[in-house]
């Protein structure tokens, strides 16, 4: 009997430093507070920061200035939209969010989960200027953040999860199911784009080139001439009405 009690306690013990390492492997903390961003050693020596602390929303704003909204919210080192009450085709006190800073050449990392049946996105290289540009679509370029499975716009090509939105399909789909993370990223360098999931590149190309614009000009952006043109801009997150999940938002300039 005492060395069944042995052998479990080894046994205990083990799970507890592999659960330990994979939360290190993960980019979570440890501790009292598991679910908060942490970032290694070796990622913040390689240049790594953290756009989203887990517990505020500092850095962030909502699309034209105004504070984030309320729906926006937060639980378990992960910011939500929360959808209780719509106001046309977003939320009551949601709207597009976008960082403070500005980016330019970057690699961004970051999980996200979307409810059954919904819809969000990822923007970047957003201008900020609501006198001209009502929405940070119509000057950011976006990942596709999207329930492929329920959602209506997954029967359009170039409309589906990790695509580069109206533009790109992705060369492979790695999606995870609604209700379950995935990690992506978002990396550009001098033009040269290159979209991930689950560490999948399932979009590259080259952005500001003479094929970009071709891409543009039969796209539904060609109604904005100024889409897709800027080199410089913020990242956003998308209110599309549906609930949708990010976590672990890190960003190194390149």
């Known amino acids: 009997m005492?060395?069944?009690?042995?052998?479990?306690?080894?046994?205990?013990?083990?799970?507890?430093?592999q659960k330990a390492g994979s939360d290190k492997d993960s980019g979570q903390a440890t501790g009292n507070e598991s679910s908060l961003p942490l970032l290694s050693e070796e990622q913040v020596k390689d240049g790594w920061i953290l756009l989203f602390d887990g517990k505020t929303f500092n850095g962030w704003h909502k699309y034209g200035g105004e504070p984030v909204g309320s729906a926006w919210k937060i639980a378990e080192g992960a910011l939500y939209?929360?959808?209780?009450?719509?106001?046309?085709?977003?939320?009551?006190?949601?709207?597009?969010?976008?960082?403070?800073?500005?980016?330019?050449?970057?690699?961004?990392?970051?999980?996200?989960?979307?409810?059954?049946?919904?819809?969000?996105?990822?923007f970047f290289y957003v201008h900020e200027d609501t006198a001209k540009y009502k929405w940070p679509w119509m000057t950011g370029p976006e990942m596709q953040v999207l329930d492929n499975a329920a959602h209506p716009d997954a029967k359009s090509q170039k409309h589906r999860a990790g695509d580069l939105y109206d533009l790109i399909s992705c060369t492979?789909?790695?999606?995870?199911?609604?209700?379950?993370?995935?990690?992506?990223?978002?990396?550009?360098?001098?033009?040269?784009?290159?979209?991930y999931l689950k560490g999948e590149n399932v979009v590259s190309t080259t952005l500001w080139d003479e094929n970009w614009k071709k891409m543009l000009a039969s796209s539904?952006?060609?109604?904005?001439?100024?889409?897709?043109?800027?080199?410089?801009?913020?990242?956003?997150?998308?209110?599309?009405?549906?609930?949708?999940?990010?976590?672990?938002?890190?960003?190194?300039?390149?």
């Open 81 to 122: 939209l929360d959808t209780a009450e719509k106001e046309d085709w977003q939320i009551k006190g949601g709207g597009d969010i976008v960082t403070n800073e500005e980016f330019e050449n970057f690699h961004l990392k970051l999980e996200w989960k979307i409810a059954p049946g919904g819809n969000s996105g990822i």
């Open 172 to 195: 492979k789909e790695t999606v995870k199911p609604a209700g379950e993370w995935n990690l992506a990223e978002i990396k550009c360098i001098n033009g040269k784009l290159d979209f």
């Open 2 to 17: 005492k060395s069944l009690v042995s052998f479990t306690l080894i046994l205990c013990l083990l799970a507890c430093k």
């Open 220 to 254: 539904k952006f060609k109604e904005w001439p100024d889409f897709g043109t800027y080199k410089k801009g913020k990242i956003g997150l998308q209110d599309h009405g549906n609930m949708v999940w990010y976590r672990n938002i890190m960003i190194k300039k390149l």
